[in-house]
């Protein structure tokens, strides 16, 4: 899934001060604001929408998370200086970003990983489930199938989405976005948990 | 001049003569001119020492800060105080003292001696050489009464004038005033000073002054009969006395008028420039002048300005003893031979013990030798730590090199007991004020350069133990006390301050190292390792980022100790100039390229705008 062109990574990228966390408590919301649009335009580029904080978490995902967990790995750390972000202090990061609603900790009630809160996978919201749903909103009157009934799998792999922004876009997101679509009265979902069908107004 | 000028410290101390020693301090004192408040003098720490005793205002040290030689000192009283006047000292120059005193013989300005039997004043012959007469030496009788006077008696008379004609005038030695009074001098003194009381000074400036006030060229009063002469005449037409010439007296006039009215003067002219005062009070305002009075007892009985000097005595006469003994020795046939060679050494060394214990135990015998002898003991202990230290390495002689020459000012370190004040809190907050400007002395002498060498900032412990050191062992500080001490220096607006990191690390400082500055040094430095290429191979752009430096970095450039150096490096991170980066080598700080300043703006604009709009909702009555 990942591009193979690579990532145009900032300037701060190669300051190793950047991999520890500051004291200075302005320094420190400067280091967090720019560790957020880092991950958030990495995120971007390689069309990423989990990320996973610790190896063995992703290994026990989902083949597309443990993929975003291999490339957080990278984006966390600097191979070339031979520096890391810090677990914790990445997860602070997060915490930071789910303030500002660009991520969201995944709910590990599925495999348990963890109960409250803060798991270590989250979704990073380069668009949030409201801008994904405007994007959707947008093919489908672009396209005219108002009234048509889709299938998830249909707006994510199909052959009419190839081009749009989500195409690709992972399956929980799509629900997300779906639902907020739904509670402004603008789409129906029905059918069963892997064949479900969506129906826009 | 009996008040004088003086100069002070930078920490706002007189400086000390050489060996002179601090007796007292008290606080809080005034200043009198006889009757008069002395304006800019009213609040002020007063100094006694060995040799004056020092005035030093606590508004305007620098200007009004005066001094006067114990060796002035005619006379003084204790006045004990009564209702609301407060007690003072009451100190007399010889001058004015002099005035009341009947006068000895009669002289008048130029050379002249006066007949014992009718009294009238006849002048010196004028090749009547003091320095060579002798009984044989012809003398002149008297002018009026024929009689012959005694060889000492003209010998006096002109001995007398030619150290009165040395003298700069109005320097208030004694035979300047001597002027008998006669009727015809009282009638001189009236028409010259104006008023009916004399003038303590000097009588021959006051005496020409009504020359050029009243003659103006026309007449020329004679100095003795009061006669008015022809401005042409050299002496008197009536009585024969030399005429002082017009340069002379425009010279001393200034002076002279100055002292015609004292009263007036007193509020306006500085104290410094005037010669002779009547008097001058010292005003203890709050206690202590009892100890003061002591202590000025015991300083005009030792009278140690003699020996400002003079050899030290006990050390003058045991070596001429002892030049004499081998003089004698070598003198007397033992012969050169015997003390050369190593047998002269030992010889040598052996006098120079037998010194030593002769010094050491006349100096022991009771604490009043000691205190007197303590020049001598100190150059002693200097010279067994120099030979103790023979052996040992650079560093700690150097060090003790420097508690030695601290040590050889103990007599100027502030102790409890030099400090009075009335009730114990008074004489607290004294000692401490003394203290703190004590530390701020040892700190910023030169000489001994403790802040410098520790690159200008030292922690208090540091300073507190060095500090301790070089009080010998005596009178140590204790940490409470120091503490405080270091807290008032910025009260007292010395040239140190103390500083406290956010880490509680107390640090002692000069006043003009301010954070600004610091922080500047560090970034400039950091900026200069751009251009510098790492010793090892970094994997970041080194012209881009420069490299991280740790405290011990930090430490060796700017010559500060390890402790100060992180302080300093937090300092500059919490100012959001450094930023931090922990590693296997331990914290680094790096130049902050991580706040560079871009996401400040957005927030604070957000918040604005939200601000806006709640405003403009409660300005519709929506909230």
Same mark, same amino acid.
């Given at each position: ?201 | ?47 006694? #020492? ?133 009727? !015809?001098?009282? !009638? ?37 009969? #009061? ?108 012969? !050169? ?161 103390? !500083? ?124």
């Amino acid at each position: 899934m990942t591009t193979s062109n690579s990532f145009d990574f900032p300037r701060e990228y190669h300051f190793p001060p950047f991999f520890t966390r500051q004291t200075n408590v302005n320094t420190h919301r400067a280091q967090l604001e720019k560790w957020s649009s880092l991950i958030l335009g990495y995120c971007a580029h390689h069309k990423l929408y989990k990320l996973s904080l610790s190896a063995t978490a992703a290994g026990n995902n989902d083949n597309s998370s443990s993929n975003a967990g291999a490339s957080a790995d990278d984006l966390f750390h600097n191979r070339n200086l031979n520096r890391r972000l810090s677990t914790a202090d990445a997860r602070e990061v997060l915490d930071f970003m789910r303030k500002e609603g660009r991520a969201e900790f995944v709910a590990g009630g599925d495999n348990g990983a963890a109960k409250e809160g803060g798991g270590d996978v989250a979704w990073i919201y380069w668009k949030t489930p409201e801008e994904w749903a405007k994007e959707l909103e947008g093919w489908v009157d672009d396209t005219a199938q108002k009234g048509t009934v889709l299938t998830l799998y249909e707006l994510t792999q199909g052959e009419d989405t190839r081009g749009s922004a989500f195409h690709g876009l992972d399956p929980d997101l799509l629900q997300k976005a779906l639902q907020v679509l739904v509670k402004r009265g603008k789409a129906q979902i029905f059918g069963q948990d892997d064949s479900q069908g969506v129906k826009f107004f | 001049m009996f008040l004088k000028h003086i100069d002070l410290t930078t920490a706002l101390r007189p400086s000390y003569l050489d060996g002179e020693a601090l007796t007292f301090v008290q606080d809080n004192v005034g200043l009198y001119e006889g009757k008069y408040k002395l304006p800019n003098q009213q609040k002020g720490q007063v100094y006694l #020492t060995t040799h004056r005793i020092c005035y030093v205002d606590s508004q305007e040290p620098r200007k009004h800060s005066v001094a006067l030689d114990l060796k002035d000192i005619e006379r003084y009283e204790f006045y004990a105080g009564f209702l609301k006047s407060s007690a003072k000292f009451i100190i007399t120059p010889p001058d004015s003292s002099a005035r009341n005193s009947p006068a000895a013989p009669v002289q008048a300005t130029s050379a002249t001696w006066v007949c014992t039997i009718c009294s009238f004043p006849n002048p010196v012959p004028s090749n009547f050489d003091p320095t060579t007469a002798n009984v044989h030496t012809p003398l002149p009788p008297c002018l009026a009464c024929g009689i012959k006077p005694a060889l000492t008696h003209v010998l006096k008379a002109s001995i007398n004038n030619a150290t009165s004609r040395q003298a700069p005038p109005g320097a208030g030695s004694r035979p300047q005033s001597v002027f008998n009074p006669t009727p !015809r001098d009282t !009638r001189l003194i009236g028409d010259g000073s104006g008023g009916s009381s004399p003038s303590g000074a000097g009588f021959s400036p006051a005496a020409s002054t009504p020359n050029l006030d009243s003659g103006g060229g026309s007449g020329f009063q004679c100095p003795r009969c #009061t006669f008015e002469n022809h401005p042409s005449l050299l002496s008197c037409e009536i009585c024969g006395a030399p005429l002082i010439s017009h340069d002379v007296s425009s010279s001393i006039a200034p002076a002279a008028l100055r002292t015609d009215s004292p009263g007036p003067v007193l509020t306006t002219g500085s104290v410094t420039g005037r010669e002779t005062p009547e008097s001058v009070k010292i005003s203890f305002r709050a206690g202590g002048e009892k100890i003061f009075y002591e202590r000025l007892k015991v300083c005009m009985i030792q009278r140690k300005w003699l020996l400002q000097e003079a050899p030290p005595i006990p050390r003058a006469n045991r070596a001429a003893e002892g030049n004499n003994g081998t003089l004698s020795r070598t003198g007397s046939g033992a012969g !050169r031979n015997k003390s050369a060679g190593i047998a002269g050494l030992e010889q040598m060394g052996l006098d120079r013990r037998k010194n030593n214990e002769l010094m050491i135990g006349t100096s022991f015998e009771d604490l009043e030798a000691l205190m007197a002898s303590a020049k001598e003991i100190v150059a002693l202990a200097e010279s067994f730590s120099r030979q103790v230290n023979g052996g040992s390495d650079n560093a700690t002689s150097e060090a003790n090199a420097l508690l030695a020459e601290s040590a050889s000012q103990l007599g100027l370190i502030t102790t409890k007991d030099i400090v009075g004040g009335g009730s114990g809190s008074a004489s607290e907050s004294l000692y401490l004020s003394e203290l703190s400007r004590n530390l701020a002395e040892f700190l910023t002498d030169d000489s001994r350069g403790v802040l410098k060498k520790a690159g200008g900032i030292m922690s208090l412990v540091d300073l507190w133990a060095m500090f301790n050191r070089a009080r010998g062992g005596v009178e140590l500080v204790s940490p409470n006390d120091f503490e405080k001490a270091a807290q008032l220096w910025e009260k007292l607006k010395l040239p140190v301050r103390l !500083r406290t990191f956010k880490s509680g690390v107390m640090v002692a400082q000069s006043r003009d190292r301010t954070d600004e500055a610091t922080v500047k040094a560090l970034l400039s430095w950091l900026r200069d390792l751009h251009d510098i290429p790492p010793d090892t191979d970094v994997s970041w752009d080194w012209q881009e980022f420069g490299r991280g430096v740790t405290a011990q970095d930090v430490a060796e450039r700017f010559g500060w100790s390890i402790a100060v150096a992180e302080e300093e490096l937090e300092m500059a991170e919490e100012r959001g100039v450094l930023c931090r980066e922990e590693g296997i080598e331990g914290i680094k700080f790096w130049e902050n390229f991580i706040d560079t300043g871009e996401y400040r703006k957005r927030p604070r604009r957000q918040v604005t705008e939200n601000d806006r709009i709640l405003r403009d909702l409660k300005a519709a009555g929506l909230l």
